[in-house]
């Protein structure tokens, strides 16, 4: 069995998550973590073996993985991807992908050059009820689409800072704009809109409380994308409801329901997507074979311009295009 050596750059929460997929599977060896704070480098090391790092150049060198999992907040990214990639390394990336779209682009480019494999962590599309909610409204005319992420403010430090993480809308949000994008095709204008004033008592605050982005998609459909972050005490409600002449699909945690005919059918996901995300790339490494893949980075790319021109927009107040 060939084995594939798997090295991190990033050990926070979300490399938390992957590695209890990659190690659950015997054909990955976690060889290398490489942290900014060292500290973290080194539990990661501990608690999952392999070497810990605060470089990742220097993991790179010594560790020689044939994959790496890129786990930095939003404002960290191009250096760990444009090293791997030059390198032949595969490359999962959470998202989002960067801050700002020459980033994005010119990583996008070196990627490319590099044939390698890449996923990006879009883990809704790996709900298999998306993939059903894709195939039946595939053959349908979507007139409207309405996506929407309400929850509280997340408690890492660069979250709620604009310059390094690039508002709700970028960060969190991100999956419902990709989510709308894979069910209902592409963005040609967004016209958006944000609030402040809720949150002035948290300490180096200064994303939007709220916002809400109009999306005017390629094949005519009517969007709009809302998120709040104030919700402190409510939990996470997210989700994305598609409108056709013949059925209602709303998607909401993985939940598909579907209205159509004077009846509702609810269907609940089978699927964990954070393992299907970890098989998925994995095996793609080891094969070759990139079928299983359902969030490229170029892919992810598009996802990223629409969050961009979203933000461009509350700040010009035009409409951009992505
Ligand atoms: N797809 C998902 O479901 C999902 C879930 C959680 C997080 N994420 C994404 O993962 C990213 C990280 O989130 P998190 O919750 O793990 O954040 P975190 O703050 O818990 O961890 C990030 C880690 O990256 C380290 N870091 C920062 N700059 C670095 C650099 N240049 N080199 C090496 N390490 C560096 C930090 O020290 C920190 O330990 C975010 O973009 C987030 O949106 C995605």
């Not at 053959?139 to 689409?145: R, S």
């Not at 095709?185 to 180096?204: F, K, L, N, R, W």
């Not at 994308?225 to 996470?236: D, F, I, L, W």
Request: with cysteine; proline share 3%.
């Amino acid at each position: 069995m060939t084995q594939v050596r798997v090295a991190f750059v990033g050990c926070g929460g979300a490399q938390r998550e992957h590695y209890r997929h990659l190690s659950e599977r015997d054909d990955v060896e976690l060889v290398g973590h490489c942290d900014v704070d060292g500290d973290r480098a080194a539990a990661a090391a501990d608690r999952y073996g392999g070497e810990a790092f605060t470089d990742h150049e220097t993991m790179y060198e010594q560790t020689r993985p044939s994959a790496v999992y890129v786990c930095v907040p939003p404002f960290a990214h191009s250096g760990p991807e444009e090293g791997a990639a030059m390198r032949g390394i595969h490359l999962f990336v959470e998202k989002p992908i960067a801050l700002d779209r020459r980033t994005a682009k010119r990583i996008s480019a070196t990627i490319r050059k590099a044939k390698i494999i890449t996923s990006v962590g879009y883990c809704w599309r790996y709900f298999d009820t998306v993939e059903h909610a894709r195939k039946l409204i595939k053959t349908k005319a979507v007139c409207l689409v309405r996506g929407y992420w309400d929850g509280p403010m997340s408690d890492v430090w660069w979250w709620r800072r604009q310059d390094k993480s690039g508002g709700q809308l970028m960060e969190q949000t991100t999956h419902i704009v990709d989510l709308v994008r894979h069910l209902c095709g592409e963005v040609a204008e967004v016209h958006a809109i944000g609030s402040t004033g809720c949150m002035s008592q948290v300490p180096d605050f200064d994303i939007h409380d709220s916002s809400v982005a109009t999306l005017q998609l390629k094949n005519g459909a009517a969007g709009v994308v809302t998120s709040v972050c104030v919700a402190n005490n409510a939990g996470v409600k997210a989700g994305v409801e598609v409108v056709t002449p013949e059925a209602v699909f709303t998607l909401e945690h993985g939940k598909l329901t579907v209205r159509e005919d004077g009846k509702t059918t609810e269907y609940e996901p089978r699927a964990d997507v954070y393992a299907e995300q970890t098989d998925a790339f994995i095996e793609s490494v080891k094969t070759g074979r990139k079928k299983r893949i359902r969030s490229t980075y170029a892919d992810a790319l598009k996802t990223f311009l629409v969050t961009c021109a979203a933000n461009e927009s509350m700040a010009s107040g035009l409409p951009v295009k992505p």
